[in-house]
């Protein structure tokens, strides 16, 4: 009877977000609002409807941070001119609940435009999610800065997300990301929604030394349609050392110039991960490379 109380809350929550628009604006979206915010997703094309435990997942989907066992930190960064990537994300359970924080910078070269102050975008996001049993729901409050040319804007919008996780075997996610738009209707940033679902499952135990995971995720945007993207990572850690690769393929729309196909790998010593990932472009500009760390104490 609980999980079935669960399962409507999740359905009438997503079914109520659905049926909510984007304001409209003037200006166009911020970058910063969609780029991956781990870099373990970057490698596998920005899935994390479904990935789970770490805080990265603040970005993506609130729910993920329910399997979280203590604290989980993630930091990232991206150099390549002329813009530079960095985030950071914090979870941290208590109890039943989960606190997750995340902050995300997108600045350009200081050397573009002499004497002046560099453009740039800045996230920040705050999450608090509920678990009982198997099933998690989580909302985030999203807020971002953005200067161009010498003009300050600013939004304001939110996220509700979902999870079903079976202990480290499998899970799935659904997230809406930007429900209602913006909320600050003096501000022309437009934030189209976002929706995703995913299904990640674990062919392994993840605790012994062999890793074989595979991700699949549906999304629908604005103006994208509906994007499939497949997922898979493997490898082996022995005595909590190891390496995991990690690639995937998404469908794009056509004339798109985003790559069908990222990778990515991890090079695991005890609790902490060292992430790599590669695309030939992400949305930022030309060919990308994203490094990145995470930990689980």
Do not use: C
Request: no cysteine; aromatic share 6%.
């Amino acid at each position: 009877m609980r999980v079935r109380r669960g399962l409507l809350v999740v359905i009438v929550l997503l079914g109520l977000s659905a049926g909510v628009t984007a304001g409209s604006a003037q200006s166009t979206p911020p970058v910063v609002g969609f780029a991956p915010g781990s870099v373990r997703g970057a490698g596998l094309q920005g899935a994390g409807a479904a990935l789970v435990g770490d805080a990265g997942a603040v970005f993506s989907n609130p729910a993920g941070l329910a399997t979280i066992r203590h604290v989980s930190l993630e930091g990232t960064w991206r150099r390549e001119r002329p813009l530079g990537l960095a985030t950071g994300a914090l979870g941290w359970r208590l109890g039943q609940f989960d606190v997750g924080l995340g902050l995300q910078y997108l600045g350009t070269d200081p050397t573009a435009v002499p004497g002046a102050r560099p453009p740039y975008e800045a996230l920040g996001v705050g999450s608090l999610v509920y678990r009982f049993g198997m099933i998690a729901l989580g909302g985030s409050v999203r807020h971002v800065r953005r200067t161009t040319a010498g003009t300050f804007e600013r939004a304001t919008s939110g996220d509700l997300g979902a999870a079903i996780a079976v202990f480290d075997i499998m899970a799935l996610g659904v997230s809406v990301q930007h429900v209602g738009g913006n909320w600050e209707k003096a501000s022309n940033i437009p934030l189209p929604r976002r929706t995703r679902a995913g299904f990640t499952m674990n062919y392994v135990d993840p605790l012994e030394s062999f890793r074989l995971l595979s991700t699949i995720e549906m999304s629908w945007e604005p103006g994208a349609g509906s994007r499939l993207t497949l997922g898979a990572e493997g490898g082996v850690v022995l005595r909590g050392v190891g390496v995991v690769v990690r690639s995937a393929y998404r469908s794009r729309p056509a004339g798109s110039p985003d790559p069908t196909v990222t990778f990515g790998g991890t090079v695991a010593i005890a609790e902490l991960q060292l992430d790599y990932a590669y695309a030939a472009s992400d949305g930022l500009g030309d060919t990308a490379h994203r490094i990145g760390a995470r930990m689980k104490l």
